[in-house]
């Protein structure tokens, strides 16, 4: 099948079926009203709480569930083939991750924009709350320690992309502060921004920086810390100050890296250089796990992933102005992932075919280029085989289009840095808000404040990341586990959607119920052949930790499966408890 077939008839469902299921979603099923009072409205703070126009709350919402997931997911599971992985993504997409992204952002919002783990409590119970703050603290704490190391390994395979992804932060900071302190026009000014991050784009492809040893420890290790006292400081400024005006600027580097990948998929399509090489099905690729369930564990960004529900009921949910904005915010974005993805797939299953150049110098193409980079499970699994992968497979083809090489690299190199760097800082707030919930339920509001509870967030990510050496990949130990991980807390959230939806009568509960299910039955039969594989290879961290999640999974299904069946079939107004109004930082709004 053509390559620039499967992008047009991939986008053109995505546009329809956000039209026909999305409207459907919104309108029919959480029935979205225009006048109800959102929490970034009546609880604004001008920190964390903060009304914001639905194109810029879109960018920060769609940078942040990005991150690099919608790239190296669909880079490895390609390993099995073009075809499920990409039936994955856009089935997957559209009627459970987007479902579940916007589920989760609509809920949060009608409960003054607490997360998912909290509002656990009231639509199923507190034990089950308690249970998903484990597991929602468990995620984070990888993916903050883990993402300092994928920036750093990003900026070591591409030392170009070092000064414009630091130029960035001054460029959104003056950003924001022209549209927020000096009232100029968002529209022209972002505009302004983006090429001037572009230029030091160029700049950087010629001024390539490279991190040496520090004091003995590692680039990698000296990277990390750097990035966490970055991500420290960014999660506790206002969200206009840097977040929201950055992933605005990083909203632009998508739509101007889409439009490239777009216009190299076209240019090179017309000139016969564009066939996909990657087979497609491969049931047994070699040293691989079997594709079911896994497929549906290493996509998880792109199809469904759950530490989208923590951005939807974490910093989203505190700043899309009004119900009627959170259809584009979150059922918009997920699709918007869907089509990045797509373009993953296309460019690991084809763009790589136009030419790789191998660890020892020689430069293959077509099937020899696939068949190479992905010769075995292990070849393809590595972080930086997997980022390598889809920079060049998207550089040959927007090469095509008459761009240099080398400039086509730096640009994808500094969108796929920038978009980690979104996520390391937008987790670690929600790590924030995640610490701060849980400490004002247990009455220790000493440890709430907005300092403390980041300072924890990131004092136990820097613990992870240097526990197994000054190299800061300790995080690495816990990887294994993260898509587990992540895909158990999209089928929890799933679980709660449903149940939220039961309770306000009818069938509507099906939309979320059978994607819950499905989900519910992957990740616990991708849990269990985990913990034989642990067992086997006598690894008893890994065995631990799976164990815990594994019974924190059946717990929750279980509880909510319970909660379910006991609401009856009429309509129950489950939003009018009374609550106290407490921000996220204990103190009373």
Known sequence: M???????????????????????????????????????????????????????????????????????????????????????VFVGSIFMGAVHDFGSLIISMRNQ?????????KYVNNRTKFLFFILVFLELWIVIAIFGLVIAVVFAMYPAAVLPVWFEIPIAVYLGYLIYQKGKGIVLWSIIAVVAMYVTVAIGAYLPITMPDVAGIPATGVWTILLLIYAFIASTLPVTTLLQPRDFINSHQLLVAMALLIAGVFASAFSGNLEIVAPAVQMSPAQ??????????????????????????????KQVRSETDSLFVGYGSMLMEGSLATLVIIAVAAGIGMGYTTKTGETLTGIAAWSTHYSSWAAAAGLGSKVAAFVNGAANMIAATGISFKIALVV?????????????????????????????????????????ATFIAVITAL????????????????????????????????????????????????????????????????????????????????????????????????????????????????????LELTSVDGDAS
């Open 288 to 317: 691989a796990p079997p594709m079911w369930p896994f497929l549906f564990i290493t996509i998880a960004c792109g199809a469904i992933s759950g530490f989208h529900s923590l951005v939807s009921s974490g910093t989203s949910s």
């Open 113 to 121: 924009g607490k997360s998912i783990a909290d509002y656990t409590a």
């Open 463 to 578: 613990a992870l990341a240097f526990a197994t050496g000054a190299g800061g990949k300790g995080a690495l130990k816990l990887w294994p586990l993260f898509g587990a991980v992540n895909q158990t807390l999209a089928a929890l959230a799933l679980i709660i959607i449903t149940v939220y939806l039961k309770g306000r009568g009818g069938i509507k509960w099906v939309v979320a119920g059978i994607p819950s299910v499905f989900m519910v039955f992957m990740t616990i039969w991708a849990l269990v052949l985990n913990q034989t594989k642990f067992g086997t290879q006598h690894n008893l961290l890994l065995q631990t930790v799976n164990a815990i999640i594994l019974v924190i999974a059946v717990w929750i299904s279980i509880e909510g499966t319970l909660k379910f069946f006991s609401i009856n079939g009429e309509i129950e107004d489950l939003e009018t408890e009374d």
């Open 2 to 88: 053509s390559a620039l077939l499967i992008m047009v008839a991939s986008f053109a469902g995505y546009l329809l079926m956000y039209k026909l299921y999305g409207r459907f979603i919104g309108e029919k099923i959480f029935k979205l009203s225009g006048t109800s009072s959102a929490p970034s409205v009546s609880m604004e703070d001008g920190i964390d709480y903060v009304p914001t126009n639905k194109e810029v709350i879109f960018g920060h919402h769609f940078t942040s569930i990005a991150g690099t997931g919608p790239i190296v997911g669909p880079a490895v599971a390609i390993i099995w083939g073009w075809v499920p992985a990409l039936i994955w």
């Open 412 to 452: 994808m190199g500094v969108f796929v840095a920038s978009f980690a760097g979104t996520t390391l800082d937008t987790a670690t707030r929600i790590q924030r808000y995640i610490i701060s919930e849980l400490f004002t339920s247990v009455r220790m509001d000493f440890l709430t404040g907005k300092y403390i």
